[in-house]
């Protein structure tokens, strides 16, 4: 019971950090979490003013606030309860999933959070940080030595995909957004989906794009991380149970 309450707070906490690099990192806002004497200590995203501890440390926040802001009462992003809640939930899971908190519940968990994180500000703001995907290919990396012994494979793979990606650089689709939408994915994907799982990945992605093709309010991109993210944590579960 007690390990559940820690990695419930834990995932507060993350999801907490999390709402700070979703409103910051679009906006070059300096990172600076709970230091009051940072040039930017936490304030409110509409009317800007300085919040007290209570104010914005998770769930605290919500119930001193009641979803609002003290201040301004300007209502509080839906995001960062999405964030908050998603985080303490894959929290628990991740904990139950891989028994306890293991090397496997680490590295999913926090490509779970940047998953989300990865969605939400490309559906927000309509772009993908690239230090929230380096940190996610970083993390995959360690994920494939962990689960196949050898860094080959993943980096056989990440080179397949650098070298497609340059060659996307250089074509004439090199100024548009979608293009980095794609190497987002083709690098995300060949750093963290295992080959014997590849084919299945491609299947489902194809499957959308004919989706796609028919209803383009489909949010492909959004849908392609989650896909990663479902077929990762399937992956992992079976290595679990094979060892
Ligand atoms: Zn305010």
Same mark, same amino acid.
């Given at each position: 019971?007690?390990?559940?309450?820690?990695?419930t707070?834990?995932?507060?906490?993350i999801?907490?950090?999390?709402? %700070?690099?979703? !409103?910051?990192?679009p906006r070059?806002?300096?990172?600076?979490?709970?230091?009051?004497?940072?040039?930017?200590? &936490?304030?409110?995203?509409? @009317?800007?003013?300085?919040?007290?501890?209570?104010?914005?440390? &998770?769930?605290?926040?919500?119930?001193?606030?009641?979803g609002?802001?003290?201040? @301004?009462?300007?209502?509080?992003?839906?995001? !960062?309860?999405?964030?908050?809640?998603?985080?303490?939930?894959?929290?628990?899971?991740?904990?139950?999933? +891989?028994?306890?908190?293991t090397?496997? !519940?680490?590295? $999913? +968990?926090?490509?779970?959070?940047?998953?989300?994180?990865n969605?939400?500000i490309?559906?927000?703001?309509k772009? $993908?940080?690239?230090?929230?995907?380096?940190?996610?290919?970083?993390?995959?990396a360690?994920?494939? %030595?962990?689960?196949?012994?050898?860094?080959?494979?993943?980096?056989?793979?990440?080179?397949?995909?650098?070298i497609?990606?340059?060659?996307?650089?250089?074509?004439?689709?090199?100024?548009?957004?979608?293009?980095? @939408?794609?190497?987002?994915?083709?690098?995300?994907?060949?750093?963290? @989906?295992?080959q014997?799982?590849?084919?299945? !990945?491609?299947?489902?992605?194809?499957?959308?794009?004919?989706l796609?093709?028919?209803w383009?309010q489909?949010?492909?991109?959004?849908?392609?991380?989650?896909?990663?993210?479902?077929?990762?944590?399937?992956d992992a579960?079976? +290595?679990?149970?094979q060892?």
């Open positions: 019971m007690l390990e559940y309450i820690i990695v707070v834990f995932g507060l906490l999801g907490n950090f999390a709402t %700070t690099i979703f !409103y910051r990192l070059n806002i300096t990172i600076c979490g709970i230091n009051q004497n940072c040039d930017q200590p &936490p304030f409110c995203s509409y @009317c800007r003013h300085l919040l007290k501890p209570h104010e914005y440390l &998770p769930l605290l926040s919500w119930f001193s606030t009641f609002k802001c003290n201040y @301004c009462n300007s209502n509080i992003p839906t995001q !960062y309860f999405i964030l908050e809640i998603s985080a303490v939930i894959l929290s628990n899971s991740c904990f139950y999933l +891989f028994n306890g908190i090397d496997l !519940y680490i590295l $999913i +968990f926090g490509f779970g959070v940047s998953c989300l994180l969605i939400l490309y559906r927000e703001h772009a $993908i940080p690239q230090i929230i995907t380096i940190s996610m290919l970083f993390w995959g360690i994920y494939r %030595t962990l689960t196949e012994q050898t860094i080959i494979l993943w980096l056989s793979t990440i080179s397949i995909a650098f497609i990606s340059l060659f996307l650089l250089n074509s004439k689709f090199n100024d548009t957004f979608r293009s980095k @939408c794609i190497i987002n994915i083709l690098m995300l994907t060949s750093v963290w @989906c295992s014997e799982d590849l084919t299945l !990945y491609m299947l489902i992605i194809t499957m959308l794009c004919i796609w093709s028919f383009k489909l949010d492909l991109y959004s849908l392609s991380i989650l896909t990663l993210f479902c077929i990762t944590i399937s579960i079976l +290595f679990l149970n060892t």
